[in-house]
């Protein structure tokens, strides 16, 4: 299983290579007032595909926190209820005598 991960990401490594020699021509992005920046068009493509992955990555960030508070509340209400549950078996169990 390894082997067939190591081939998909060295074929995967060879397209994006692949891409990125074929589409070298130099791009002007043209923002407000006049300002202007030429670059390779990869790299506009990555800084771009970047911004978008930490958009992403910073949109899904609350709910994970929540989800990480929720997760710590309910293993706090375990630990509470086992407790529980331990200390009334304990008053419940019948005393042994020899």
């Known amino acids: 299983m ?8 060295a074929a995967l490594f060879i397209v994006l290579l692949g891409f990125a020699v074929k589409n070298d021509q130099p ?31 910073i949109s899904m960030l609350g709910n994970v926190l929540r989800q990480r508070r929720e997760i710590a509340r309910l293993k706090r209400d375990i630990k509470v209820k086992s407790k529980l549950a331990d200390s009334s078996e304990m008053q419940h169990k019948p005393i042994e005598s020899h």
Request: charged share 10%; proline share 0%; no cysteine.
């Open 2 to 9: 390894t082997y067939i991960n190591w081939i998909f990401r």
């Open 27 to 57: 791009v002007t992005l043209r923002y407000f007032f006049g300002y202007e920046w030429q670059s390779s068009l990869v790299i506009v493509v990555l800084i771009f595909f970047a911004f978008g992955a930490v958009v992403g990555v």
